[in-house]
């Protein structure tokens, strides 16, 4: 039997950092000389971030969360690493899945001597941590998540730093560190830029599987019976809106800042006014940030919102006053 390949979780909630990780963690394999492969999960039917991961052996799971509604997709693509190798696995999750449904998948008789968990990075946002954390401007279902983001880690970074001051930073490790009962790191960063052999320790020797199988609470579409606890994260939306216009850059930044608070995150491939050029952005924290597409892409403008208890049709008439009638 072939080594078992290594494997990286890397959870946290949306828009923490999960794939600017992921790019330094690949950076760091190509250098070792590693042969990769890359889960990546999406809420949405379509990934937006393929590009960053052309090289890469990939897949992606998209439309669900691997941590319930999807869990086959995650070990028929368990499968094909079995069948084609690589020495490192790389898996990340939604920014509401819950690591431990993947570590759970790994850890079943046709897995377990296939893979070998060595991490679970979770990555906290130092910039949403405590509005995410009030009663008053989150849902308990995002502060469970949070917590089990957290308590499921084997190495917690606390990223964005550099949008919160020393004082709220000393708050958030204090609130943390209360949570974490075994001897987690948690290490500060500002975009994901914590040294490789910190990242790419080995954290975790064996998987533990959870004693009490529990009925799983996901969504309707899940009705096996596994052993996992974790929150009903079904509030949690994505919606896609297609066939968008070009735009001009300064009303698109507007508009995404002025979306109600529960639209936690955004992200997509957009076209300015007076430029031909593709731009896949990021919305994350209320701030846009945007990069050209380099070379050719067969993607086509798009762009995902993510949030809670989401008023579709309010945000879908915002952007069609704001967009489509402008654009008309
Ligand atoms: N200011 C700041 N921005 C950051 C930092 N880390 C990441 N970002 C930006 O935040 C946005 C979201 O980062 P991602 O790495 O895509 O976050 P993610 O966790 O993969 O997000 P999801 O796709 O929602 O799961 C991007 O625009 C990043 O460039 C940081 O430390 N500081």
Redesign the pocket.
């Known amino acids: 039997m072939n080594k078992p390949v290594e494997v990286y979780i890397?959870s946290?909630?949306?828009?923490?950092?999960?794939?600017?990780?992921?790019?330094r963690i690949v950076d760091e394999c190509k250098k070792r000389d590693q042969k990769l492969g890359i889960i990546l999960n999406?809420l949405g039917d379509t990934n937006v971030?393929n590009h960053l991961f052309e090289d890469e052996k990939m897949y992606e799971l998209l439309n669900g969360c691997i941590c319930c509604s999807i869990q086959d997709d995650l070990k028929m693509t368990l499968n094909q690493f079995v069948e084609n190798p690589v020495d490192v696995l790389l898996i990340?999750g939604?920014?509401v899945a819950n690591p431990n449904e993947i570590v759970e998948a790994l850890a079943t008789p046709e897995f377990i001597d296939r893979f070998s968990l060595l991490s679970i990075i979770s990555?906290v946002?130092?910039?949403n941590y405590l509005d995410y954390q009030s009663i008053f401007s989150s849902s308990k279902e995002i502060r469970t998540l949070l917590k089990e983001q957290i308590t499921s880690a084997s190495l917690i970074i606390l990223?964005?730093?550099?949008?919160v001051s020393d004082k709220k930073l000393d708050k958030i490790n204090l609130q943390i560190n209360k949570l974490i009962t075994h001897d987690v790191p948690v290490v500060q960063?500002?975009?994901?830029?914590v040294p490789a052999d910190v990242l790419l320790q080995t954290r975790i020797r064996t998987l533990k599987l959870s004693e009490e199988p529990k009925t799983c609470g996901c969504s309707s579409t899940c009705d096996h019976d596994h052993s996992h606890d974790h929150v009903n994260h079904a509030a949690i939306k994505a919606i896609k809106l297609e066939d968008l216009p070009v735009v001009e850059k300064k009303i698109f930044e507007k508009w995404l800042k002025e979306l109600p608070n529960d639209v936690?995150?955004g992200?997509g491939i957009i076209q300015f006014k007076d430029d031909s050029a593709l731009y896949s952005f990021?919305?994350?924290?209320k701030?846009l940030?945007v990069d050209k597409v380099e070379g050719t892409t067969s993607q086509k403008p798009i762009m995902i919102l993510?949030g809670n208890s989401l008023n579709v049709e309010e945000i879908r008439a915002s952007y069609e006053k704001t967009f489509l009638q402008l654009s008309r």
């Open positions: 890397l946290g909630f949306l828009g923490s950092g999960k794939t600017t990780v992921l790019k999406e971030e990340e939604t920014g990555l946002d130092a910039s990223n964005k730093t550099d949008l960063s500002s975009f994901g830029e936690l995150r992200k990021q919305f994350a924290s701030k940030a993510i």
